[in-house]
């Protein structure tokens, strides 16, 4: 089971946003189902909450449920002074400016869910984790994981109506961090937000102590996962060279207009091709001696696995996939 507290807050009476409650809306339409329509995400969304108190108790009540995965998200203002980081609520004033970062991570280590991923887009928001005035440090204790926009002194900025880092956030959610099987975790967009975030001055930050994998998302994959489990059908150690040949070149037919070759194409060898094909297409092999698929199949040259190739060998092994 995985449930999402989704907050966005634009009603500032002295400092309005523009694009928090629309990038709170966008984060939770997208948790709630996956990319093949199943069900993700159970959303409670707030918008425009209005004081502190009320905040903190939905936060609070957030972190006594059971469930397997507990996802915050949060946009709006963050503050930091000498006692430390804070999330801003609407009836903040000097020194009482909203709800400490390190009393939500307090409430986060205390919490019966399995796993808790916390989500903020708002400046200074780096801070969880930092100690605050008088060296106290709250520890980030296993199953949790942080993923916020900007570093602890930096702010998150807003274009067109929305936030910089929900916006990558989102694409993604959407496929953009997923990896060969489909699968999103906070690390894969993490490394997506932060290569795309470019020239922009704000950095994303991740900390994390966890021990499994955590997914927050799934898409169809790139590459049906039965072809990825026929790497170990293909390759009997992730090292080895698969010897190509002309058969395994479908055009290379009597029917179809060519210059045939010996020897012809063969169904087997043309099916295999294609997992092939596909296999290189996302990265996890290359040809040996040629740059493409074609000509090492019709110069009878070899592929192998790449890098990554390897892993996702090492994956199927394991029956892991």
């Known amino acids: 089971m995985k449930k999402a507290l989704v907050i966005g807050i634009n009603d500032y009476p002295a400092a309005p946003l ?39 108790t939905e936060i609070t009540d957030f972190f006594k449920i ?27 004033k000097k020194y009482d400016e909203g709800i400490a970062m ?7 280590n205390l919490s019966p869910i399995s796993n808790k991923i916390l989500v903020f887009d708002c400046c200074k928001s780096g801070v969880f984790g930092i100690p605050t005035l008088g060296g106290n440090i709250t520890p980030i204790n296993k199953g949790i994981s942080i993923l916020t926009a900007c570093r602890e002194d930096e702010p998150a900025k807003e274009i067109n109506g929305h936030g910089v880092f929900t916006n990558l956030l989102i694409e993604g959610l959407k496929g953009g961090a997923a990896d060969v099987r489909g699968h999103i975790s906070p690390g894969g967009l993490y490394a997506y937000i932060d290569q795309a975030l470019g020239a922009h001055e704000q950095r994303p930050v991740f900390k994390t102590n966890v021990t499994e994998f955590v997914e927050l998302r799934s898409i169809n994959p790139q590459v049906q996962l039965k072809i990825l489990r026929r790497l170990t059908k293909y390759f009997k150690s992730p090292s080895d060279l698969l010897q190509l040949n002309p058969s395994f070149e479908y055009t ?45 199949a019709m110069n009878s040259k070899a592929c192998q696995l790449t890098a990554l190739g390897h892993h996702y060998w090492r994956l199927v092994r394991e029956g892991k996939i």
């Open 18 to 56: 523009r694009g928090a409650v629309n990038d709170a809306e966008c984060v939770s339409e997208i948790l709630k189902v996956n990319g093949n329509d199943t069900t993700n995400f159970q959303i409670k969304s707030l918008y425009n909450i209005k004081t502190r108190s009320e905040l903190l």
């Open 66 to 92: 059971g469930a397997d995965m507990g996802l915050l998200y949060f946009a709006g203002h963050g503050y930091v002074n000498e006692l430390g980081g804070f999330i801003v609520t609407p009836d903040y």
């Open 252 to 296: 290379n037919s009597h029917d179809v207009p060519h210059d045939v070759v010996e020897p012809h194409a063969d169904e087997k060898n043309v099916s295999i091709f294609k997992d092939l094909q596909k296999l290189e297409s996302v990265g996890l092999l290359v040809p040996v001696g040629e740059e493409h698929m074609y000509f090492a």
């Open 102 to 108: 390190n009393d939500i991570l307090a409430l986060a």
